[in-house]
């Protein structure tokens, strides 16, 4: 029992350090970011953290932050680091804010890094996954920010005003700042790694149920995907898709166990997204990588058959980039 207990206490170190060693690349490493391109034609390898993924690009931040735009292909291999049973392949949708990543390519023309090859470590997967499920912690942490940033704004204002107050106004400027930096430490600290999704809008969740202990599409959970993708079409057509990126996320009630529930709801969202794909051709560099929240998340009381039926679920959310859409409050 003392023998397990010591693994456990060591585990958990190995997982803090790791977190701690990436948080301080994306977040003290963001005062010091700057770009820093790749020579036309120069074949490089390096490392970092991804520190924000748009589309098939993402930014990788070494430690003293400098930044390189990679550029992700469907020729792009995607994998763990050598091991002695050799690589696991991963699809790009793994590529996700707080990785810590090791890239090799070649640079083009635009000083963007053109990836032959991306590769990480699986304990580095697992804690990025682990914190997935913080985005609304943050959306509470950005809104003490901002309610911080505006107090800071309003004491500004009255320091213009008079200068008999300017000393008092600047105190109380300087003490919102320390609240406003303050408030971004426990929000990065709460959700370090977390995906980018805060700089996307929801325009559209699809949901697509399945029967009990069932990961297989049925007539009805096909015509509901086939609605969705007939109406992604015709925004299509008028213009509307710029910046869309799709997010797949499984569900499943509370028949069964925990551990169970989690690897049905993943079956699930991987069913959705493998009858996307061979149907309707979706690119898989359109896709932030998917999540079965197993039996966390209902929507509906799982004490009835026709709640738990609404928790079997998979939800299809169409998300569109904010400073593409010109929703982001600056």
Known sequence: MRSKACIVKLTITVLTLTALSVLSVLGQGAKNAHLVPVPPGSKQKLQGVISTRDNDTFKMRDPVGAETIVVVTPSTKVSTHNKFSGKDKYQVTYLM???????????????????????????????????????????????????????????????????????????????????????????????????????????????????????????????????????????????????????????????????????????RAKTVINYLVLQYNLDLRRLVQPYGYGESKPIASNKTAAGRAENRRVEIRILQNKGIANTITK
Do not use: C, H
């Open 97 to 267: 804010r707080g990785l810590r990543v090791q890239v090799q390519g070649v640079g083009d023309s635009n000083g963007n890094l053109i990836a032959d090859w991306v590769r990480f470590n699986e304990k580095d997967l697992r804690n990025a996954q682990a914190v997935e499920d913080t985005n609304e912690l943050a959306e509470e942490n950005a809104a003490r920010l901002a309610e911080a940033e505006a107090t800071a704004k309003k004491l500004a204002a009255q320091i213009e005003e008079t200068a008999a107050i300017a000393q008092l106004a600047n105190a109380k400027a300087d003490a919102a700042q320390r609240v406003a930096d303050q408030a971004f430490k426990d929000a990065a600290m709460a959700n370090a790694r977390i995906n980018g999704l805060d700089s996307y809008d929801i325009i559209k969740t699809i949901p697509v149920l399945f029967a009990v202990g069932s990961s297989t599409l049925n007539a009805d959970a096909r015509a509901d995907i086939d609605e969705a993708a007939m109406w992604a079409k015709s925004e299509k057509e008028k213009g509307n898709t710029n910046g869309w990126l799709v997010e797949v996320v499984g569900f499943a009630d509370r028949t069964g166990n925990t551990a169970k529930n989690r690897a049905l709801s993943e079956r």
